[in-house]
């Protein structure tokens, strides 16, 4: 199955399957319905028997560009729908859906026992501790690159962690592993301090220097949410604690992150920017698939440089990790006040550096309030309706806020 087949992650997944046609058989798309023309156009392509579609309003439209396609899928719909598809008979649900959606399509594919090759990582980080009961170790494939990369260094699997080791390797000493290295380009506006974030406009911070990638995560890569995104997602996928992982800028996107040892050694993973590699072993795990994308260039002389993370300018780490630690539903809060924000600031209602000063705000009056859930990773009294109500609450306050900005 294939979720979210008609953006970024889809796409390129669909790329895949289509030159690997001995490999793969593609038993279900979903999408949002936003292109639902190019939606049946892969269903009759891939020769799909089943198309899952969010909206029930573009539900009418994609069964007549079914027809002209020459597809005679049947087709799901609604937020249910694609939830069905995610939970049905298959051998890998690859879940390229964006945003908090796509957490009941994770579950679902959880509970049915499928592995879950991962690029919704909102998912994951909102659903937290329940995902982590749900899911067997190994179940999980990260797709996300940085917890692909971590995944090839860290060959451990043990009870509490998710992620799939890279190639079936499995070792039994884990407490050889020091720390998590989780690697940023910093994003287009890298090197600038919060002065001169103020004006910058959706066109620049959609212009991301080395990934091409869909338009919220390209933005939380300019705020470096994205980066506050995946240390939540690293400390639940490998059961690290959050002071033993680190973020470093690494302008150039080839070292995807890195895992070090306790005798010094650091083992890095190095490749040039392109999904299409995480993608496919997501797809083939615990196969690679050759020629997935071309690989490095070793004859050109070439630079590599790294460099700390500006705390001061960009705040969305040192929150995420806050908010990871905290637990229960406080990173659904943080999650869902963003993409709030960048909704707002995409439509041009909203300042760049309000986008964080928003999430920070919301964040924090959700401290002040009960929340159930305990330490960081427990699912102590956390229920799913708890992650709903937290992620509505947080929506529904960083609209107040928005609006008095608009
Ligand atoms: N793009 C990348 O390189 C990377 C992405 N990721 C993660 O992967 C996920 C997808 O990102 P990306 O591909 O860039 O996003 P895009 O915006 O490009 O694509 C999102 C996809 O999700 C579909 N969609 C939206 N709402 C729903 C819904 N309710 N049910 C089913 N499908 C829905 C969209 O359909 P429609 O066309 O109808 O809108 C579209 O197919 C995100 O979680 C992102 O953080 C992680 C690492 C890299
Ligand atoms: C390709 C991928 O995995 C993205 O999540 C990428 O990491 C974004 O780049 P940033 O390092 O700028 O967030
Ligand atoms: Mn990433």
Redesign the pocket.
């Known amino acids: 199955m294939i ?8 796409t390129q997944a669909v790329d895949i399957v289509q030159r690997n046609p001995d490999r793969f058989r593609v038993v279900g798309l ?6 639902a023309d190019l939606l049946a156009k892969q269903a009759a392509e891939l020769d799909v028997p089943l198309v899952a579609v ?1 909206d029930p309003e573009r539900a009418a439209d994609l069964s007549r560009s079914l027809a002209e396609h020459g597809s005679r899928a049947a087709v799901l719909v609604g ?1 249910e729908g ?1 939830a069905e598809l995610a939970g049905s008979p298959c051998d890998v649900v690859l879940n ?4 908090a ?2 957490l009941e399509s994770t579950l679902a594919a959880l509970r049915a026992g499928t592995t879950l090759a991962l ?4 998912s994951l980080i909102i659903g937290g501790p329940l995902v982590r009961d749900l899911a067997r170790p190994g179940q999980i494939v990260p ?3 940085e917890h692909f990369a971590i995944a090839q260094c860290f060959p451990y699997l043990p009870e509490g962690q998710l992620a799939s080791p890279a190639q079936g390797h499995v070792h039994a000493r884990r407490d050889e592993v020091s720390r998590l290295v989780v690697t940023a380009s910093g994003g287009p506006f890298r090197g600038r301090d919060r002065d001169g974030l103020a004006g910058v406009t959706p066109a620049e911070a959609l212009d991301h220097p080395t ?1 091409s ?5 390209t933005v939380n890569s300019a705020t470096l949410v994205n980066k506050g995104l995946e240390v939540i997602e690293a400390s639940l996928l490998f059961d690290m604690p959050f002071d033993r992982i680190d973020v470093v800028v690494h302008p150039q996107s080839i070292v995807h992150s890195m895992v070090e040892y306790v005798d010094g050694s650091t083992i890095a993973k190095a490749s040039p920017p392109s ?1 299409m590699i995480p993608i496919a072993y997501g797809l083939g795990a615990p196969d690679r698939v050759p020629g997935a994308a071309p690989g490095m260039d070793w004859t050109r002389a070439q630079t590599w440089t790294f460099e700390p993370l500006d705390h001061e300018a960009f705040p969305a780490v040192r929150l995420a990790c806050e908010v990871g630690a905290a637990g229960g539903t406080a990173p659904a809060v943080y999650n869902a006040a963003n993409e709030e924000a960048v909704d707002a600031f995409l439509r041009g209602n909203l300042a760049f550096p309000s986008i964080m000063d928003t999430v920070s705000r919301v964040v924090s009056e959700h401290r002040r309030t009960d929340r159930p859930g305990g330490a960081s990773h427990q699912s102590v009294g956390l229920s799913l309706d708890d992650v709903y109500a937290a992620d509505a609450w947080a929506r529904t306050r960083a609209r107040e806020l928005l609006a008095r900005q608009a």
């Open positions: 979720l979210g087949s008609t953006g970024s992650i889809g979903a999408a949002g319905g936003g292109r969010a937020a694609v390229g859906i964006t945003g959606l796509g690029a919704n990582k909102e797709v996300d690159s990934w990638m869909g338009p919220v995560i999904m």
